[in-house]
């Protein structure tokens, strides 16, 4: 089924002025690798390590939407609870690691899917994360046995302690978005997207540094529309549209510790302005309502940060046309939602 017309509210592409910087230049031409058939080879690679997580297939008139086809890929069941897993295994699996390991900084989703990816590979991994990194994550992250370190207020400044980190150590830097390994993995859950539906036309995803976002689109490379969602109060691909180039935006947002670094990635917005990608933004209050609905709905639990792309489509940001099949990507599960202990 062909794509159909795209929404109002749209990617643009790089202006000329950009285009033309050195530092454009060199990102297009390094984020080059970043094709379906690449994607598709890692995902042949990290198959032995990685869940094939489900889909749930039912109407967008269950979440009291105009009727028609809804996905959910249900990446929070992946190892370490996201889909970031997909991205660590293919950095430590094809990238030649030091005997100092490995280094990544992170929100703390990646954080944690780097050191299970360490830990089942045999890898030494140090792990950077912020203050604002939830409870949930730092446990899941000292659980996997990686040398922890939480300093810093925001990502970019666990981002900077690890880049010293490196330099003093020679240890490998995992990044957690612009990385052509990163990207090429995160990729993997859109093979596994077309294989389980394939009669989708649309796919809604969750942006922060647009790792995820640039992987799908290349994964689909113009086979499907991709469209992004960003908090409100973080928005680093909008930021970067209007600037025709990465460029600094607000750290804030219920979803601080997953969809908030400071800039979207350098390789990550040359692939998404590539395949034309789209952006959304969602209020905080429409992340927390889709939070809630998905388990009022559904009794299935995501993270805020998990939950944006669904809130686009549940907030009316993003409204599909009647005869769209949409896929929404829920990633995230390390949160403390739940207690069981009440």
Same mark, same amino acid.
């Given at each position: 089924?062909?794509?159909?017309?795209?929404?109002?509210?749209?990617? @643009? =592409?790089?202006? *000329?002025?950009a285009?033309?910087?050195?530092?454009?230049?060199?990102?297009?031409?390094?984020?080059?690798?970043?094709?379906?058939?690449?994607?598709?080879?890692?995902? =042949?690679?990290?198959?032995?390590? %990685?869940?094939?997580?489900?889909?749930?297939?039912?109407d967008? !008139? #269950?979440?009291?939407?105009?009727? @028609?086809?809804?996905?959910?890929?249900?990446?929070?069941?992946q190892?370490? $609870?996201?889909?970031?897993?997909? $991205?660590?295994?293919?950095?430590?699996?094809?990238?030649e690691?030091? !005997?100092?390991?490995?280094?990544?900084?992170?929100? @703390?989703?990646?954080?944690?899917?780097?050191?299970?990816?360490?830990?089942?590979?045999?890898?030494?991994?140090?792990i950077?994360?912020?203050?604002?990194?939830?409870?949930?994550?730092?446990?899941? %992250?000292?659980?996997?046995?990686?040398?922890?370190?939480?300093? @810093?207020?925001?990502?970019?400044?666990?981002?900077?302690?690890?880049? #010293?980190?490196?330099?003093? *150590?020679?240890?490998?830097?995992?990044? !957690?978005?612009?990385?052509?390994?990163?990207?090429?993995?995160?990729?993997?859950?859109?093979?596994?997207?077309?294989q389980?539906?394939? *009669?989708?036309? &649309?796919?809604?995803a969750?942006?922060?540094?647009?790792?995820?976002?640039?992987?799908? *689109?290349?994964?689909?490379?113009?086979?499907?529309?991709?469209?992004?969602?960003?908090?409100?109060?973080?928005?680093?691909?909008?930021?970067?549209?209007?600037?025709?180039?990465?460029?600094?935006?607000?750290?804030?947002?219920?979803a601080? +510790?997953?969809?908030?670094?400071?800039?979207?990635?350098?390789?990550?917005?040359a692939?998404?302005?590539?395949?034309?990608?789209s952006?959304?933004?969602?209020?905080?209050?429409?992340?927390?309502?889709?939070?809630?609905?998905?388990?009022?709905?559904?009794?299935?639990?995501?993270?805020? $940060?998990?939950?944006?792309?669904?809130?686009?489509?549940?907030?009316?940001?993003?409204?599909?046309?009647?005869?769209?099949?949409?896929?929404?990507?829920?990633?995230?599960?390390?949160? &403390?939602?739940? +207690?069981?202990?009440?």
């Amino acid at each position: 089924m062909a794509p159909a017309e795209r929404p109002a509210i749209r990617a @643009g =592409a790089v202006t *000329s002025a950009a285009a033309a910087s050195a530092a454009a230049t060199s990102a297009a031409a390094a984020s080059a690798g970043v094709t379906s058939a690449a994607i598709a080879a890692v995902a =042949a690679q990290i198959r032995p390590y %990685i869940r094939r997580t489900p889909v749930i297939s039912l109407d967008r !008139a #269950d979440f009291g939407l105009a009727t @028609g086809e809804l996905v959910l890929k249900l990446e929070q069941l992946q190892h370490s $609870g996201s889909f970031k897993a997909r $991205g660590a295994f293919t950095n430590l699996l094809r990238r030649e690691i030091p !005997a100092a390991g490995v280094v990544a900084a992170s929100g @703390g989703n990646h954080g944690a899917a780097v050191a299970y990816a360490a830990g089942i590979l045999g890898v030494p991994a140090r792990i950077f994360v912020p203050e604002v990194s939830s409870a949930a994550k730092v446990s899941r %992250i000292r659980s996997y046995g990686a040398d922890l370190v939480v300093a @810093g207020a925001s990502y970019s400044e666990a981002l900077a302690l690890s880049q #010293d980190w490196i330099a003093t *150590s020679g240890a490998m830097s995992v990044h !957690a978005y612009d990385q052509v390994e990163t990207m090429l993995g995160a990729g993997t859950v859109a093979i596994e997207l077309g294989q389980q539906a394939s *009669s989708v036309t &649309t796919v809604l995803a969750g942006v922060g540094g647009g790792g995820l976002l640039a992987g799908i *689109s290349a994964a689909y490379a113009g086979q499907a529309r991709v469209v992004g969602a960003e908090p409100a109060d973080a928005p680093t691909l909008t930021c970067a549209l209007k600037a025709g180039q990465p460029a600094d935006a607000p750290v804030g947002s219920v979803a601080v +510790d997953s969809l908030a670094p400071r800039r979207v990635g350098e390789l990550t917005f040359a692939v998404i302005a590539r395949y034309s990608g789209s952006v959304v933004l969602v209020s905080d209050e429409a992340i927390l309502t889709a939070q809630q609905l998905l388990w009022d709905r559904l009794r299935v639990v995501a993270e805020p $940060g998990g939950c944006a792309a669904l809130a686009a489509l549940l907030s009316g940001q993003y409204v599909p046309g009647p005869d769209e099949a949409v896929a929404v990507v829920i990633s995230g599960a390390n949160t &403390t939602a739940v +207690d069981f202990s009440r």
